[in-house]
């Protein structure tokens, strides 16, 4: 007996079978193989033409132009088959880094002549052949049998027949289609053969597009060297925009802060001091209100600038983490508690990097979560450092966009994302926070 | 200008506005708005017009040049109206900016110029009454990019001396207290500087000021 489940499944595959020729997938995955498989053909001759005689004729510059040529060509191949495979077979090939040619004749030469991407479409367009000539043999024909299997009865096995193509039935039946018999029966029977050799075109067919799927994933989209390069290209630019957003930071608490201050302390000694040389009565309770004010300027500024300092680089950062979290947590007005237990130390640019997101995290739990209790753990995993900050209050965390109320976690991801380090946010609304972080202990 | 003169002070920082306001006060200037941003300035300026605005060149939104720009527009709308620009940095582009069509009660400082308080009143003075003043930097960041060295070059210590302290637009008489010599020695001093820069010379400060100042950026 088979049980309700299986009979239900063995119902859908059913239903799927008998669909499956007319879905449009079907149809598309025909119509790409199809129109790729004229591609291939003429971009094989294309790239076979020019690369054999660029090879052949190396030893002159002539033979390195061809070369260039071929696989700025090959390159062009390669987005006519990304086209090709958005559009009908909604395979999307992430597009690979547009080529970019150095100054002059010889600049493009050479960096024709390295174009990663150039390369790997000319071992696209060559591996797609045998693909190719494999899909029309084993895919391709099962339609072309049917087609022909079916349509039997309009051309009743006449002359007109065809011969020579149906690889399926003539190789699983020689002569099948020729027999000479112009019987009811015998029509019925290729007509029905037709019938099922539809059901089963598909699936041969989307083997061989599965196939190509992965070729053109594997060959055609940004390949993983560049890709890596592309990435560190990014966390570098964001390093240097971090680094330059810092600077006009420090500039602007310089300037609006300690700066203001000793300019407004030196206007007030100045004051003073004209007051004291001035001719006549001195107004000895004028002059000692503008020393007042002006020393307590000079403190105002000392603080200033000790605060402005210890933002830029903590000193305490210098005896190790440990001495500079537990300064960290003991500041927080949220009550902390600190883990940490560290096998070797780690560099100093990813103490820092520590150092300020837990500042950073801290600073969010005290004014944003409502936390009673915070805990902050470090450790050690293998060559790999883990930061959790964890909090008790109302949660809901998540990088905003710049300027608004978290956009400091987003500028925290992208310090920890500079040197391939991750930042993950686990806050559901209604709390706990977790954020845990995890950086190379060297970078 | 026999009565007191008037000031209106747009400075986004708390502590150097009240003590701006306090300083010019105290010397006997008459407030009449002391305010944080442009807008504010162009609000108080139309309500009361001052004799001079001191102005600082950073001021929200932006903290770039908003001040600058907010000058230039009230000297078109009021060309009476003498502005003293106020700036913790010296940029040269702002100075050409500011003159571009005359030097008549303008003025170009740094901040820390303050310090030295009579200097201070004695260049807003001046600014308000039609005069120039200009901060030695400028001068000297001017001097050294200029390209007329073969000029400067013929010249005597002493006349790039009195060079500098016409460009920062102070007149015969301060030049020759500043520099302890005679009005008259100053004057023949001037009349040699011109003679070899190949300039007219020119009467009133300001004029004078901009003459030196176009020949040395161009």
């Known amino acids: 007996m088979l049980s309700e489940a299986r009979l239900n499944q063995m119902r859908h595959f059913g239903r799927m079978a008998w669909r499956e020729p007319f879905s449009r997938r079907t149809w598309h995955e025909l119509g790409f193989f199809a129109v790729s498989t004229m591609l291939t053909a003429v971009g094989f001759d294309f790239i076979a033409i020019t690369m054999g005689l660029g090879v052949a004729l190396t030893v002159t510059f002539i033979g390195l132009v061809l070369v260039a040529a071929s696989l700025r060509g090959a390159r062009g191949l390669g987005r006519f088959h990304r086209v090709l495979a958005r559009n009908l077979i909604d395979e999307i090939i992430e597009e690979p880094i547009p080529f970019s040619a150095r100054a002059g004749f010889f600049g493009w030469l050479q960096s024709a002549l390295r174009d990663r991407v150039g390369w790997r479409s000319v071992a696209y367009c060559v591996i797609k052949v045998p693909l190719s000539v494999f899909g029309v043999w084993f895919a391709f024909s099962v339609w072309v049998d049917a087609f022909f299997c079916l349509t039997y009865p309009l051309w009743g096995g006449g002359a007109a027949r065809p011969q020579g193509f149906g690889v399926v039935v003539n190789l699983f039946a020689p002569g099948f289609l020729s027999v000479q018999s112009s019987g009811f029966i015998h029509g019925l029977f290729i007509f029905l053969s037709g019938g099922l050799l539809l059901l089963l075109a598909p699936w041969p067919m989307r083997g061989v597009v599965f196939a190509d799927r992965r070729l053109m994933r594997a060959l055609l989209g940004p390949d993983p060297v560049t890709a890596r390069v592309r990435s560190l290209e990014v966390a570098r630019a964001q390093t240097v925009d971090a680094s330059a957003a810092t600077l006009r930071r420090i500039e602007r608490d310089l300037h609006d802060g300690t700066q203001a201050q000793l300019v407004a302390l030196a206007m007030r000694l100045g004051q003073a001091k004209e007051k004291l040389n001035e001719p006549g009565e001195l107004d000895i309770d004028e002059v000692r209100r503008l020393v007042n004010d002006a020393h307590g300027g000079a403190k105002e500024a000392i603080v200033e600038l000790r605060d402005l300092a210890r933002g830029i680089h903590p000193p305490v950062l210098d005896t190790g983490l440990e001495g500079a979290l537990s300064t960290l947590a003991a500041r927080s007005t949220v009550p902390v508690e600190l883990t940490v237990s560290l096998e070797e130390r780690p560099t100093h640019a990813i103490e820092a990097i520590a150092y300020f997101c837990v500042a950073e995290l801290l600073a969010n739990v005290a004014q944003h979560a409502n936390a009673s209790r915070a805990s902050v753990r470090c450790t050690q995993h293998g060559k790999w450092l883990r930061v959790v900050v964890r909090d008790d209050g109302s949660g809901g965390a998540q990088p905003a966009l710049v300027g608004s109320a978290s956009s400091g976690l987003r500028g925290l991801i992208d310090r920890v994302q500079s040197v391939d380090g991750t930042l993950e946010i686990n806050s559901p609304s209604g709390g706990p926070t977790i954020m845990t972080i995890d950086l190379p202990l060297h970078a | ?218």
Request: net charge negative.
């Open chain 2, 1 to 218: 200008m026999g009565d007191t003169i008037r000031v209106a002070v747009a400075e986004d920082s708390a502590i150097l506005r009240d003590g701006l306001v306090q300083l010019l006060a105290d010397r006997g200037f008459e407030i009449t708005a002391a305010v944080s941003d442009p807008d504010g300035l162009r609000e108080s300026i139309e309500k009361d017009l001052p004799d001079v605005a001191v102005v600082d060149i950073r001021m929200p939104p932006t903290f770039t040049d908003e001040g600058l720009r907010a000058a230039i527009e009230l000297r078109r709308l009021h060309p009476t109206l003498g502005i003293l620009l106020f700036s913790q940095y010296i940029e040269t582009r702002y100075a050409a900016e500011l003159l571009a069509d005359d030097a008549a009660g303008i003025g170009y400082l740094l901040k820390d110029r303050v310090a030295d308080v009579s200097d201070f009143v004695e260049a807003l003075v001046r600014v308000a009454s039609g005069g120039t003043a200009l901060d030695p930097e400028v001068v000297t960041q001017l001097l050294g990019a200029s390209r007329k060295i073969d000029s400067l070059s013929g010249m005597s210590a002493r006349e790039r001396e009195v060079l500098s302290l016409m460009a920062e637009g102070r007149s015969n008489a301060a030049i020759a207290t500043t520099l302890v010599f005679s009005e008259g020695a100053v004057e023949k001093h001037v009349t040699n500087i011109f003679t070899k820069l190949d300039l007219p010379v020119s009467q009133s400060d300001h004029r004078r000021v901009l003459a030196v100042l176009r020949f040395l950026d161009s």
